[in-house]
């Protein structure tokens, strides 16, 4: 996106910016940081971590070693703090409703949550495209994200709603 684009898109009121560390083959932030320029400090920005280049594929990981690697990654590629960070489709790495899923996405939770105390960004919260497996995991001792973003559609199903707690469209969930 030529910066013109960007500069068209402020100009419409289009003041948000979402990307991820993994988009574009892991060059995403910098991409976006050449093309934007001076522009970048005008968007709310936010971007996701949680997934992580390996020998053939994207690979994803809950570590909190390396989740704080990558928003740090993410601040000096961006060339500014995020405003948001989200942790990645957690999911993906959890393995059910147990004491060790419980555990690892605490720790994970943890890690954004210092990222965000310690200023590498404005705060965090959790992107997914299946809430369900999480909603059970998640408790009052857990950070808590200050936003999370699911997928969103017709075809969407109400379960993915309700794990949610969509109470916008007056179907019934929560």
């Not at 910066?3 to 419409?12: E, F």
């Not at 590629?77 to 489709?89: Q, S, T």
Request: aromatic share 4%.
């Amino acid at each position: 996106m030529p910066n013109s684009d960007l500069t068209g898109a402020l100009d419409l009121g289009v003041t948000a910016l979402d990307t991820s560390s993994n988009y574009l083959g892991f060059r995403s932030h910098e991409l976006l940081a050449r093309v934007a320029g001076d522009l970048l400090p005008k968007f709310t920005l936010s971007t996701k971590v949680g997934y992580f280049p390996s020998a053939d594929r994207a690979e994803h990981s809950l570590d909190p070693a390396r989740l704080r690697a990558a928003v740090e990654q993410s601040v000096r590629e961006l060339g500014r703090e995020p405003d948001l960070v989200f942790l990645h489709n957690p999911e993906h790495t959890l393995e059910g409703v147990t004491s060790r899923s419980r555990a690892e996405l605490g720790r994970a939770c943890a890690a954004l949550d210092v990222a965000a105390e310690k200023g590498l960004c404005g705060a965090w919260g959790v992107a997914t495209w299946d809430p369900s497996p999480l909603v059970d995991l998640i408790d009052e001792v857990l950070p808590q994200p200050s936003a999370l973003m699911v997928r969103a559609g017709l075809l969407v199903g109400t379960g993915t709603l309700d794990a949610a707690g969509c109470r916008h469209c007056g179907m019934g969930h929560r």
